[in-house]
């Protein structure tokens, strides 16, 4: 069964700071891991999606990596600004059910100004 | 252009009640994913389809929770005899292709639950 997990479960940094948010996931068998973002009272934001065969991806800001045989995935966000506060989420497929992401618990972040 | 959309908002009910969810996905999309949050916890996969077919239903907890979607569009969770342990946030997802075809999940805003 897989298991995803996210250290730290809570971060909280002063504007500018450049940081990173850890996942990391049981089984390496996975077609994609995506990262979402979750604002309170609304839906999750899809940010990056990283195919078993790529090892990053990127946008604006964001930086994704992803290291299947270990497991281990990494969403660096450069410069944060309070906007960036929210919950992360990061999720994996793959095994023979092609529609279930397996979530991992998220991360709060808090950008202080 | 319009995104996944959950209704009700909010549903309150009284226990050993049934209630429908209701998921409309963007337009288009052939796949949409049922999941269930709790608070402080990332979503917990319920069912999948393509199209009008039922995938994957691995995730339902037990055969008081049913979905359908009939037309291969707009989609329903319904939940039998409701107990105060369904009390979570319903979330609604769809994506373009399915998920092993790496196409984004898209969410809608949930419906929140609450059984009394």
Same mark, same amino acid.
């Given at each position: 069964?897989?298991?995803?997990?996210? &250290?730290?479960?809570?971060?909280?940094?002063?504007?500018?700071?450049?940081?990173?948010?850890?996942?990391?996931?049981?089984?390496?068998?996975?077609?994609?891991?995506?990262?979402?973002? /979750?604002?309170?009272?609304?839906?999750? =934001?899809?940010?990056?999606? &990283?195919? $078993? $065969? /790529?090892?990053?991806?990127? +946008?604006?800001?964001?930086?994704? +990596?992803?290291?299947?045989?270990?497991?281990?995935? =990494?969403? !660096? &966000?450069?410069?944060?600004?309070?906007?960036? +506060?929210? =919950? !992360?989420?990061?999720?994996?497929?793959?095994?023979?059910? !092609?529609?279930?992401? =397996?979530?991992?618990?998220?991360? &709060?972040?808090?950008?202080?100004? | 252009?319009?995104?996944?959309? *959950?209704?009700? #908002?909010?549903?309150?009910?009284?226990?050993? *009640?049934?209630?429908?969810?209701?998921?409309?996905?963007?337009?288009?999309?052939?796949?949409?994913?049922?999941? #269930? *949050?709790?608070?402080?916890?990332?979503?917990?996969?319920?069912?999948?389809?393509?199209?009008? %077919?039922? *995938?994957?239903?691995?995730?339902?907890?037990?055969? #008081?929770?049913? %979905?359908?979607?009939?037309? @291969?569009?707009?989609?329903?969770?319904?939940?039998?005899?409701?107990?105060?342990?369904?009390? %979570?946030?319903?979330?609604? %997802?769809?994506?373009?292709? @399915?998920?092993?075809?790496?196409?984004?999940?898209?969410?809608?805003?949930?419906?929140?639950?609450?059984?009394?």
């Amino acid at each position: 069964k897989q298991e995803v997990t996210q &250290i730290p479960a809570a971060l909280s940094v002063p504007e500018g700071e450049n940081l990173v948010l850890n996942c990391s996931f049981t089984d390496s068998a996975i077609y994609n891991l995506q990262w979402f973002r /979750q604002d309170p009272g609304k839906g999750l =934001t899809s940010l990056l999606l &990283i195919q $078993s $065969s /790529q090892r990053e991806q990127t +946008s604006g800001r964001l930086n994704a +990596s992803l290291d299947k045989s270990s497991g281990r995935s =990494t969403l !660096y &966000i450069a410069a944060s600004q309070p906007g960036d +506060s929210a =919950t !992360y989420l990061c999720a994996v497929i793959g095994g023979t059910s !092609y529609g279930k992401l =397996t979530f991992g618990q998220g991360t &709060i972040l808090t950008v202080h100004p | 252009g319009a995104g996944v959309s *959950q209704s009700p #908002r909010y549903k309150v009910t009284k226990r050993g *009640q049934d209630v429908a969810l209701r998921c409309d996905p963007i337009s288009g999309h052939v796949s949409l994913y049922w999941y #269930r *949050q709790a608070l402080g916890q990332g979503p917990e996969f319920l069912t999948y389809f393509n199209y009008e %077919a039922q *995938q994957d239903k691995s995730g339902l907890p037990n055969d #008081r929770f049913s %979905a359908e979607r009939p037309e @291969g569009s707009i989609s329903t969770l319904t939940i039998q005899r409701t107990e105060q342990r369904d009390s %979570a946030m319903y979330r609604c %997802a769809s994506s373009l292709m @399915g998920g092993m075809f790496n196409s984004p999940l898209h969410f809608g805003n949930g419906t929140r639950l609450t059984v009394t």
